[in-house]
């Protein structure tokens, strides 16, 4: 509920902005994959635009909310690393999910390389296809380092991020707080 009450901005912003873009492309009511697809936002605007809309989320939290907000959408729980990818026109990767780790609880655990992801990304769209990401990218003059929250009346969330430039790896500890069962 967090991601998506306090983060779906992001995804409600770029929805318009990649329906351009696939439509340009000369991509209308087609088959579209968002991988980290997170709350359904995404996978939302693309049924409701004529698209057979494919999410793909690691958290079964997050994909139980997700066929929820999109329910015209199929949503797959699984790493986007792992999860078989169908054959498609567009594939979306946004919010930063490529630089996400496919499983936080392996210690030294590592992002695949983006060389094969992306072949992997290539065989399945169709010719004329699309794919869209982004990354965070390294600055040499500046290491980044960032704090910030967000908050609402139930929740709030404490983020930092930190570039640790040596050993090539961005960390984001993030903390949440929720309260539950507060009466007013």
Request: hydrophobic share 40%; proline share 5%; net charge positive.
């Amino acid at each position: 509920q967090i991601q998506h009450d306090g983060f779906r901005d992001f995804s409600t912003r770029a929805a318009p902005a990649l329906l351009k873009l696939l439509h340009g492309a000369g991509i209308r009511r087609r088959t579209v994959v968002d991988l980290g697809c997170g709350a359904g936002t995404r996978p939302r605007a693309f049924a409701r635009a004529g698209h057979a809309a494919i999410g793909i989320e690691v958290s079964p939290a997050l994909a139980k909310h997700a066929l929820r907000q999109a329910p015209r959408a199929r949503i797959h729980i699984g790493s986007i690393y792992d999860t078989p990818i169908p054959a498609c026109d567009a594939v979306t990767a946004l919010g930063e999910v490529l630089g996400y780790l496919p499983d936080a609880g392996v210690r030294d655990a590592r992002i695949p390389g983006f060389a094969p992801f992306f072949r992997r990304v290539a065989r399945v769209l169709r010719p004329g296809g699309v794919f869209a990401f982004d990354l965070i990218v390294r600055n040499a003059k500046r290491r980044l380092h960032t704090r910030n929250y967000r908050e609402s009346k139930d929740w709030a969330v404490l983020a930092e991020t930190i570039e640790d430039a040596k050993r090539g790896r961005l960390t984001r500890d993030i903390t949440m707080f929720r309260r539950i069962g507060a009466t007013d």
